[in-house]
């Protein structure tokens, strides 16, 4: 077969893998324009849809942006904040400004101070190497704060192209769609086409002046719990709705469960509350922590779940992560889980994840 070039974004055209970059449907290719499904969609429905792709092609997508002159939108998911940055970026975007924004805020229970959340996510950002322009907090599900980030992109990208970064799972298409419908109402202002100069699998929006709005792909993150557990479990960890607080009465020497895919031990610091802040759908299971040992062996798989039943000896080991608590209402964070908070300072604490799942702690943001 000769190498088929989708008209569009002019990526390589394949059609074995659906999710993966460049798919056509194989009834596709006997047109004479051939479209990838990406850009098909866009075209005909005005929607984005997520593919990924390795990490080499988009560190080149990411080469490319540094060489010119851009706003750089890069979306986390802020129930996964660490779990779903994207590293390098800031190696890579040169001297373009970044807007960060934070999706999936109807997640999070009500009381969170959303003040403190986006002065979590400057310094955490400023830890991990970026300074952004700004932070803003929305959710593409729901509307919120969309208008508010539209205003901002617009103001921010001082007339010149605009590209959205973000690894898969943070809700980038659905955020991009919102958009779409914010500036373009439900005109079909929506064309694609190549890009020329810059790496291909970019999808381009074009804005009314002239500069464009760039879809890149989604890079796969392989840090993400998601990507341990099957896609039906994973449900359980994209929650749909806001998360209710689970509290806890623990005494030294309790150990909490939640699933099979992480464990909380409390050590010491005598009798006390902590808050879960977890997806309901999933089981907190609570036992001493001299039989934790023996429930995880046991029971991982049923009583312990997910993982399942077949899935556990696939699944990576849990890590020991030992904490002493020494800042007061502080939040221990697994990251693509959720949190848990303790309420007071010197508590020791040892929390189990999966290897590749960072546990961190923040001050609470509640
Ligand atoms: P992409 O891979 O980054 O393009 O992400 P998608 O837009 O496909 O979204 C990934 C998952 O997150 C889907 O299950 C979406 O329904 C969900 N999602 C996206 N935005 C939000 C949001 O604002 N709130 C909630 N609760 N879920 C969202």
Redesign the pocket.
């Known amino acids: 077969m000769n190498e088929l070039i989708c008209i569009g974004c002019g990526v390589k055209i394949q059609t074995d893998e659906p999710k993966k970059i460049g798919y056509a449907p194989p009834s596709s290719l006997n047109k004479e324009e051939i479209v990838c499904q990406r850009c098909f969609r866009l075209k005909n429905y005005n929607e984005i849809q ?1 593919v990924s792709l390795t990490d080499d092609d988009f560190i080149k997508i990411l080469h490319g942006i540094g060489d010119t002159k851009a706003l750089i939108v890069k ?1 986390v998911d802020i129930f996964d904040f660490n779990g779903s940055w994207l590293t390098g970026l800031n190696r890579f975007v040169g001297n373009n400004p970044i807007l960060l924004v934070g ?5 999070l229970p009500k009381s969170v101070n959303k003040e403190r959340l986006s002065n979590w996510m400057k310094r955490e950002a400023k830890e991990l190497g970026l300074k952004p322009v700004d932070v803003m907090l ?5 509307g919120t704060g969309i208008k508010e980030v539209t205003e901002a992109i617009d103001h921010l990208r001082n007339g010149q192209d605009v590209y959205v970064v ?1 690894c ?8 991009i769609n919102r958009i779409l419908k914010e500036v373009s109402g439900e005109e079909d202002v929506i064309t694609t086409s190549h890009y020329p100069g810059t790496t291909l699998d970019l999808i381009e929006i074009p804005l009314d002046d002239g500069s464009s709005l760039f879809d890149t792909p ?1 890079i796969i993150n392989h840090h993400q719990m998601a990507h341990y557990i099957e896609k039906k479990d994973l449900k359980l960890l ?3 709705k806001e998360i209710k607080p689970r509290v806890f009465q623990l005494n030294e020497k309790q150990t909490l469960f939640f699933g099979g895919l992480a464990r909380f031990d409390y050590v010491s610091g005598g009798r006390t509350s902590f808050v879960c802040y977890i997806p309901a759908e999933l089981d907190i299971h609570r036992t001493k922590l001299e039989n934790a040992d023996e429930l995880y062996k046991k029971h991982a798989g049923d009583l312990l779940q997910p993982p399942r039943r077949d899935q556990v000896d696939d699944f990576p080991e849990l890590v020991r992560h030992e904490f002493m608590i020494k800042d007061g209402k502080t939040d221990i964070v697994f990251s693509g889980l959720g949190w848990v908070t303790a309420n007071d300072a010197n508590k020791k604490i040892v929390a189990y994840a999966p290897r590749g799942v960072n546990i961190t702690l923040r001050r609470s943001l509640i």
């Open positions: 997520d979306i999706n999936k805020v109807d997640i929305v959710s593409s599900a729901r973000g898969t799972n943070v809700g980038k298409s659905t955020f989604g994209s929650p749909k």
